[in-house]
């Protein structure tokens, strides 16, 4: 059974950083896609960041792309997205998201960016 789990949210000041980190179990992590969305208060769930299995390629959304870092380390199954110079607009809960399989979200970790 897939398993992930997000962690390293918290409230942050507007340019401010923080580094969230998913652990993930229940699947062969290093031939899987790996990607990052996030969910304002009542907006949509979308897309942040992904990166490929060996870590060779990366995408982000416009709105976090020069700010935001998605990274990998395959030796303990773990995906992380470095965010810097965040902005209220930021705030919102994240989750990873892995390619094996659909549907299979962890808790989140909640983002509040605010003065």
């Known amino acids: 059974q897939v398993h992930l789990v997000e962690s390293g949210g918290g409230l942050v000041q507007p340019g401010g950083s923080l580094r969230l980190s998913c652990a993930a179990s229940?699947?062969?992590?290093?031939?899987?896609?790996m990607s990052w969305y996030r969910q304002a208060p009542g907006k949509e769930r979308e897309l942040v960041a992904a990166i490929t299995s060996t870590g060779g390629t990366t995408t982000y959304a416009s709105s976090v792309k020069s700010r935001f870092t998605i990274s990998r380390d395959n030796a303990n199954n773990t995906v992380y997205l470095q965010m810097n110079n965040l902005k209220p607009e930021d705030t919102a809960v994240y989750y990873c998201r892995t390619g094996a399989v659909r549907g299979a979200w962890g808790q989140g970790t909640q983002v509040l960016v605010s003065s």
């Open positions: 229940g699947f062969t992590f290093s031939s899987f896609t």
